[in-house]
């Protein structure tokens, strides 16, 4: 049999267009012009935060669950579903870092702590980028009261987590899918690359992840640029979706500027609706904005822009939302 496309000698590529790394020199240049023009702006109203409904959240598992996203903040998501409790991309760290006293800091708190969470059975992480993939959390969710949760993660990363002491882990390639109780959990393909250091750019897999259950199907985009990408797995699941799509996609809508750098790895919040579009979501919501200062827009642009292109577009405001950190929206139970 002949490796699939996105399997190259050695490391991995996007279906849609090969990633492009940037060059130091493009760094500097962006930089150096960000600066120039004191980018980002501050904030002009602190990021929207509120207390998290933790009787709910603890309450909210098994037969009498009610499907549910709680957003802690960035890429970080407690999705309840198929009677369980799901995070994405976990980070609680102060720092998005390999180092705890430099690089991108937490601008507030995740809206429901490590200590307060309730037992968590899955975790999906969508590739190895300090933002998405932090390893003080993952540790201490492995020695979650109970036992470790399990990680789903793309291939290459289980000899990663294993190696640091987290044992409970399965890999799978884009397409590939781990069943968890009632959850069905995919990896999709997305349109980003991967490094953690300096010699391993695109030696692990990246990508997204669809989960089924009976009463909630959920989307999580990870980290990407806009491809066909998400067209490819509307028609994937089609079978699937024919009572609808997604009951909920979680979509990037932060972490966009300058667009010569960025278009690449990050969706702005223009291609960020064109994916909910693609995708066929019943609702999505805004992540990846409002915790870590890692690009030029300020940090609380990005639903301001969703706000406007919304209204634009004529759509409801549940049908793209974002949600205070913390906050927490039920999710009608699919039929
Ligand atoms: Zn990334
Ligand atoms: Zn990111």
Redesign the pocket.
């Known amino acids: 049999m002949s490796k699939p496309a996105h399997h190259r000698d050695g490391h991995f590529q996007n279906n849609r267009g090969d990633f492009e790394p940037k060059s130091l020199a493009e760094v500097i240049r962006w930089k150096w012009h960000a600066a120039r023009q004191g980018l980002p702006k501050r904030p002009l109203a602190p990021i929207p935060t509120q207390p998290a409904d933790l009787a709910f959240i603890h309450a909210n598992h098994g037969a009498t669950q009610q499907p549910a996203v709680t957003w802690i903040g960035h890429a970080t998501v407690l999705a309840q579903l198929g009677g369980l409790s799901l995070l994405t991309d976990p980070i609680f760290s102060e720092r998005a870092s390999p180092f705890s006293f430099a690089g991108p800091k937490r601008e507030q708190p995740p809206g429901v702590a490590l200590a307060e969470l309730p037992h968590i059975d899955a975790v999906v992480v ?2 190895n ?1 300090y ?2 993939l932090d390893l003080p959390s993952c540790r201490t969710l492995a020695h979650q009261p109970g036992g470790s949760p399990l990680f789903v993660v793309p291939l290459g990363l289980k000899a990663w987590f294993q190696a640091r002491g987290i044992a409970r882990v399965v890999e799978l390639d884009w397409w590939q899918s781990e069943r968890l109780g009632e959850l069905e959990i995919f990896l999709v393909p997305a349109q ?3 490094a953690r250091g300096l010699n391993d750019r695109m030696k692990t897999l ?1 990508g997204g992840f669809a989960v089924f259950a009976p009463d909630c199907q959920l989307f999580f985009a ?2 990407t640029g806009y491809s066909r990408d998400f067209s490819d797995i509307r028609e994937r699941f089609a079978e699937r979706q024919r009572a609808g799509g997604f009951d909920i996609a979680l979509i990037p809508i932060g972490a966009y500027e300058p667009r010569w750098f960025m278009q690449s ?2 969706v702005n919040v223009e291609e960020a609706l064109k994916i909910h579009a693609d995708l066929g979501a019943q609702r999505s919501l805004g992540v990846h904005w409002g915790t870590f200062e890692l690009t030029d827009e300020s940090l609380d642009e990005p639903p301001r822009q969703l706000e406007r292109q919304r209204a634009d577009l004529g759509m409801a405001e549940d049908a793209f939302f974002t949600l205070a950190v913390g906050g927490t929206r039920r999710i009608p139970r699919r039929r």
């Open positions: 969508s590739h980028h933002d998405h980003h690359w991967s990246w990870g980290d790895q990050h």
